[in-house]
């Protein structure tokens, strides 16, 4: 394999621009600079990347949670390549669409069924979910009722980085930052047992932590609430994986009320779950469904938001749906996502998820699961978390508060040559569908020496009380 290696010299040119120039996401600008510039990324195959400094390192988070087909596929740079040739750009707007966008419409319903029969393309997942509040706010207003306009959303869910998306999403460090939430956001508690309702019983879990969404309802007025949005496994907040029967409480509180049902499958979609979406393992029916990132396995952007047949009827109804972005349909990105979900169908990656490497990943997670850091490991698909704590069957963290051992063990990892995401003090990993045994032995390795490589530096902190 070619390495990514730079010369030194172009390197530091590289890093000294990073500084003077740009500005990335999600990053503190402070650290950026003292660090003298970010990881520069190079080259990757399979699922593994390459940075500038010569180091290879397995890609456990799928890039951001989405190169579901994993790197270096051709098929896709050559369908990209044609398209460009054929007709590299045209918008929706003037009652017009391309043959890739209304092809990529199709295999989407068809994916979904339960009765998502259109499509509404973005270009990110942000831009998928400020769709839908446009869009429901829209369908309550064409229904007579504009006053149904509050949207529920849960702590420490994620549904983008905009305005509306940020809002919709319960991160409070975001709402601190623009004045945020937007009116008309509401949220709940998360499902989170390990962390939020340590050692109660699952089951009744499950039903309190539904409770809090008819318990809102109530609160603001039936009358007044359009959706409630949820992701069915929050990814950004820490793999969160409700415990059995929640979602099926949550869609029966969402149509005793007549609150419309959004999955959030940004990073659920596309075989992550085991399922060709998250909803699908979960048994529900939601009336819209965003999705992004394994669209097109993050090799150009492009985001849908799914809409279903009886939503569609009363937009009919309505005139014109004022809203739409310049690269709604994008006909280049639509033609890739269309050749990765052939991908994804031609190499059962979604069966091959379901029935091998997931069981595989959960067995391979018992290699952890005795450590004395390990508070819970649990998994879901191809996704993850592994929460670390100070003391064995608790979930107490080190110095009293969540964050001090994830970024330690992260940046372990990394230097070991695994890429992972610290949220708190849990180590989450959400690898390429493509991932052999053989890597996922490597995975959990890695995360396993980091914590005992960790274990001194941690246990050497002052305690707190």
């Not at 929706?92 to 499509?119: D, M, Y």
């Not at 959004?262 to 469904?289: A, N």
């Not at 091959?352 to 998994?379: C, F, N, Q, W």
């Not at 890695?446 to 490589?453: G, M, N, P, S, T």
Request: aromatic fraction near 8%; charge should be neutral; include cysteine.
């Amino acid at each position: 394999m070619i390495s990514g290696k730079l010369p030194a010299a172009e390197l530091a040119e590289l890093k000294r621009l990073d500084v003077a120039h740009h500005l990335p996401g999600q990053t503190d600008y402070a650290l950026q600079a003292r660090l003298g510039g970010s990881r520069i990324i190079t080259r990757a195959e399979g699922c593994t990347i390459h940075d500038a400094e010569g180091n290879a390192i397995l890609d456990g988070m799928a890039g951001l949670w989405c190169v579901n087909a994993g790197y270096g596929r051709r098929e896709l740079a050559d369908a990209a390549h044609a398209q460009m040739l054929e007709l590299p750009y045209y918008n929706t707007f003037f009652k017009t669409a391309s043959a890739p966008a209304v092809r990529l419409a199709a295999a989407i319903s068809e994916r979904l069924g339960n009765g998502l029969s259109h499509v509404f393309f973005n270009s990110s997942g942000s831009e998928a979910n400020d769709t839908v509040l446009r869009l429901v706010r829209h369908y309550w207003a064409v229904r007579g009722q504009p006053y149904r306009n509050i949207i529920i959303g849960r702590w420490n869910g994620y549904h983008g980085s905009t305005v509306a998306g940020a809002s919709l999403g319960g991160m409070r460090a975001m709402h601190e930052q623009g004045g945020l939430p937007i009116p008309g956001i509401e949220h709940i508690m998360q499902p989170y047992l390990f962390g939020d309702a340590f050692g109660e019983d699952p089951e009744q879990f499950a039903a309190r932590a539904a409770a809090a969404l008819e318990e809102r309802i109530l609160h603001v007025g039936p009358h007044n609430v359009a959706a409630f949005i949820g992701e069915p496994v929050q990814g950004a907040g820490g793999v969160i994986i409700p415990p059995p029967g929640y979602w099926q409480r949550i869609e029966a509180i969402c149509r005793k009320y007549g609150v419309l049902f959004v999955s959030d499958e940004v990073i659920c979609g596309f075989g992550r779950l085991g399922k060709w979406f998250g909803f699908q393992h979960f048994g529900v029916r939601p009336d819209i469904v965003s999705m992004a990132k394994g669209l097109s396995s993050g090799y150009l952007p492009i985001s849908a938001t799914a809409v279903s047949s009886s939503i569609v009827d009363t937009l009919r109804e309505g005139g014109e749906f004022v809203h739409g972005y310049t690269y709604s349909g994008h006909p280049t990105c639509a033609a890739v996502a269309l050749k990765n979900i052939e991908i994804l169908t031609r190499e059962k990656l979604v069966e091959r998820t379901a029935e091998d490497t997931a069981p595989y990943l959960a067995k391979a997670l018992d290699r952890v699961r005795s450590h004395r850091l390990v508070g819970e490991a649990r998994s879901l698909g191809l996704i993850g978390g592994i929460e670390i704590v100070s003391r064995k069957d608790t979930n107490e963290r080190f110095g009293g508060k969540e964050g001090t051992a994830g970024p330690m063990v992260r940046d372990i990892c990394i230097r070991s040559g695994l890429m992972v995401r610290a949220i708190r003090d849990t180590i989450v990993f959400c690898p390429p569908l493509i991932i052999t045994h053989a890597e996922i032995d490597r995975l959990v390795g890695i995360i396993a020496a980091a914590l005992d490589e960790a274990e001194p530096q941690l246990r050497a902190l002052p305690s707190v009380g």
